[in-house]
């Protein structure tokens, strides 16, 4: 069983409080510390959850503590989480590469290649094909991946709705095709709808 984490006692930059992790409610023999919202962790509740938020690709680390049923959410600045987590440094370089692939993957100016996981940034915003230099060097042919689906390009070039690939859909594209007076306040923009809300 691996080791748990525990605070230095004689660490005075911690504040240590003596009642229960307020993430877990637990009572553990471990120190509990107070993070800058107020509330009390232990270096694994604060590892356990933050590693959580990153597998529900959220990078921005909120406190979870329930009071009196209101959730504290107040945000925990990264290095906070590193300290109070006692991260390790091969356990900083994977919790940054994972926030720095969610925070690229998010701003939508930047997607990984599905052919060489590089980064391409897409010259021209209106289409959906994108041309990787880097794989093209590789296979020594032009490698255009889809920036929909991420997937190897399918099917004639250029659009800018989808490719030919079965799972390339633009969902909000698809949603204003299907349920136009939702969205635009009655004003029918697309022709006949053909499909009524149900909602
Ligand atoms: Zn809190
Ligand atoms: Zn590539
Ligand atoms: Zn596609």
Known sequence: MA????????DTTLKFVNRKDDITGDDYES???EMSCGHAVTPESVKGWCSELLRRNQFIFTCPAEING??????WPYHEVCKMALLTTKEMEEFELTMADLFLNLTG??????????YVKRKNPSSLSVHCTMCSEIKGWLFIFCWQCLNQWKGPLPRADRCDNTNCTNEALELLRNCPETFINGQSWYMQPTVLCSS
Not at 3 to 10: G, T
Not at 70 to 75: A, D, F, L, S, V
């Open 3 to 10: 080791q748990e984490r525990c605070y230095d006692p004689r």
């Open 109 to 118: 100016e930047i997607k990984k290649c599905p052919g060489c996981k590089s």
């Open 70 to 75: 209101m959730t504290c959410g107040k945000e």
């Open 31 to 33: 120190l509990r510390a």
